[in-house]
């Protein structure tokens, strides 16, 4: 089965945010991109190879198997 993270627990597991309260405030700003994409839901499940780049710090989402 393939690993997958909802974008607002991602935003917390790398410390752009600190509660899921300011990650819902920044993704349904529309200051989120996912591959390039404005990302306004909180529940979007990122998967291994995504980019997520916020406030121009782009991030690349890793698998556990990858050691992230």
């Known amino acids: 089965m393939e ?5 607002e627990q991602f935003l917390k597991l790398a410390q752009l945010v600190a509660t899921g309260g300011q990650a ?11 591959n ?3 990302e306004t839901r909180r529940g979007r ?16 989402v890793m698998s556990d198997a990858d050691g992230a």
């Open 45 to 60: 499940k990122l998967r291994p190879g995504d980019r997520v780049v916020v406030g121009g710090e782009t991030l690349l």
């Open 3 to 7: 690993e997958t993270i909802k974008l």
């Open 24 to 34: 819902k405030g920044l993704i349904q700003s529309g200051q989120v991109r996912v």
């Open 36 to 38: 390039g994409l404005v």
